[in-house]
């Protein structure tokens, strides 16, 4: 319990009291209020990942027969634009990279090629018209099979230029539906 005494009209606190008055003094300091902390993050995420991303790029420079990638984003999650553009503002080096790389799924009621219009239309200049390579595809939650042949198909006419299948037989005990 912790205990306030009044003496000499100058408030003493008690250890006890003391800790928690500096810990909520210190958590209304450090943390950002709700919807500036979403602002921020995506600020902080998207120059690590630029600066990062750059590093790459400048340390494999002079290298012959690679191909460099962006970081692999969640293509289906509404942090994208957020995220991108928070590298795009943070100097991403765009030209250095070959293509996108991306996850990308059947999910919630869309199809990839429905996710890849949307993300494509979200892209900075500097990523706009390069290879798109989804790095992990698939079905979510459902088993359909020509329905995710048709959506590869589909999606190669929209820049994909691969993709790696998530499980694709449903044999993952761990992910099967």
């Not at 992990?136 to 329905?147: A, F, L």
């Amino acid at each position: 319990m912790a205990s306030i005494v009044l003496i000499n009209n100058t408030t003493v606190l008690s250890m006890a009291a003391l800790k928690k008055t500096l810990i909520a003094a210190l958590l209304t300091l450090i943390l950002p209020s709700p919807a500036r902390a979403q602002e921020l993050n995506y600020q902080c995420v998207g120059k690590g990942l630029a600066d990062y991303m750059n590093e790459v790029i400048k340390g494999t420079s002079g290298l012959s027969n690679i191909r460099l990638l962006t970081p692999a984003f969640n293509m289906t999650s509404f942090t994208f634009q957020s995220i991108v553009g928070a590298m795009d503002n943070a100097s991403a080096n765009w030209a250095g990279i070959y293509g996108l790389a991306g996850n990308i799924y059947n999910v919630d009621g869309r199809g990839i090629t429905s996710w890849l219009d949307e993300k494509k239309a979200q892209l900075p200049s500097g990523l706009k018209g390069k290879p798109i390579i989804l790095t992990e595809t698939g079905e979510k939650g459902v088993v359909d099979k020509p329905n995710l042949g048709r959506e590869l198909n589909l999606s190669l006419g929209k820049g994909v230029q691969a993709a790696l299948l998530f499980n694709a037989f449903n044999t993952n005990k761990q992910f099967a539906v």
